[in-house]
């Protein structure tokens, strides 16, 4: 019999590149972060072909990683639960209507229950809250700010995804009343259909958009550099922005007591310059709570492979 330990692979799949990487069985505990981040590779995802084209070669992706035990899938999209089906991804259609999980198993002879398949948000936060900002840490929420707002929840150390799979979608709260008797602001009619949701205020979209209409830098790399080195209307404006994001933070404390907000996503890293304005929302209310901890998400996009591959782990018999 072989006693070595399995190879346990996570992946990550997004609209143009699949990130991946393993970790051994034996590393539950606490793995090198260093040299696990080293393990990241990526392959093109390519729909061009279709659905089993992109699925075989997932599986191949997965076998050269060396899978041979349970496997991790993180997938931007929102499934059924429970089952696992896909139900909608913008940027993957062609996989809609698909239970990956059972596609993948079959590929790789694994039981059903040893493939692991979550959104692209959910794995990012139980990456983070592994082997990045969030490690040791039982309870946070992690925002990612990129082109909407990804959110995922861990309570006592574990992912809530509420019984229907949807809990913690802390970009759609609406944080901007619809005006009763005046105009709306078309810029704030969110994607899903509400008026004022967090991430038409404080996703790196919302913050290019917000930088344009007052005539600043698009560049938010670039934008956050002016304000850094000083005083003036784009400080202001990431002011602004942190405090929009503020008063989202302030809604899931005010239901969650959540003592702790990792935040990553591109426009992340803009994080202390957006704290001011965050912390200055929650200063709004005084309902005993102590300040949250703000952190900087440390994996970057590495999270979520690392975090698809936590939850294979978790899968094990
Ligand atoms: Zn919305």
Not at 117 to 138: F, K, M, P
Not at 248 to 265: E, N
Request: hydrophobic share 40%; aromatic share 4%; net charge negative.
């Amino acid at each position: 019999m072989n006693d070595s330990p399995r190879t346990i692979v996570g992946l990550d799949l997004g609209g143009t590149q699949v990130k991946g990487g393993f970790v051994w069985e034996g590393e539950h505990g606490t793995p090198d972060v260093e040299q696990t981040l080293a393990r990241t590779v990526a392959m093109d995802t390519d729909l061009d072909a279709g659905a089993n084209d992109l699925l075989d070669r997932l599986a191949g992706f997965a076998r050269e990683l060396g899978s041979n035990g349970p496997l991790g899938l993180g997938v931007p999209g929102v499934f059924e639960e429970p089952g696992g089906r896909l139900l909608r991804s913008a940027n993957l259609k062609a996989l809609e209507g698909l239970d990956l999980g059972a596609e993948l198993a079959e590929r790789l002879d694994l039981a059903r229950e040893h493939v692991c398949v979550d959104n692209d948000a959910n794995v990012a936060t139980y990456g983070e809250q592994w082997l990045g900002a969030g490690s040791g840490i039982q309870d946070l929420i992690m925002l990612t700010l990129g082109t909407g707002i990804g959110s995922g929840l861990v309570i006592d150390g574990q992912l809530y995804k509420g019984p229907t799979g949807k809990a913690a979608e802390v970009g759609h709260m609406v944080v901007r009343s619809l005006p009763v008797n005046g105009p709306e602001d078309p810029d704030l009619r969110c994607g899903c259909g509400a008026y004022g949701c967090l991430e038409r205020l404080a996703s790196a979209s919302a913050a290019i958009r917000r930088a344009g209409a007052a005539g600043l830098d698009t560049d938010l790399r670039q934008l956050c550099e002016v304000a850094r080195a000083q005083p003036g209307p784009e400080r202001e404006l990431l002011f602004e922005i942190g405090f929009d994001l503020g008063a989202g933070l302030l809604a899931t404390t005010a239901v969650l007591d959540v003592t702790c907000y990792v935040i990553g996503g591109g426009f992340g890293r803009g994080l202390d310059l957006l704290e001011p304005g965050i912390r200055a929302a929650l200063a709004e209310r005084d309902y005993g709570h102590d300040p949250p901890r703000l952190l900087p998400a440390t994996l970057g996009a590495a999270a979520g492979w690392i975090g698809a591959a936590r939850m294979a782990l978790d899968s094990r018999d």
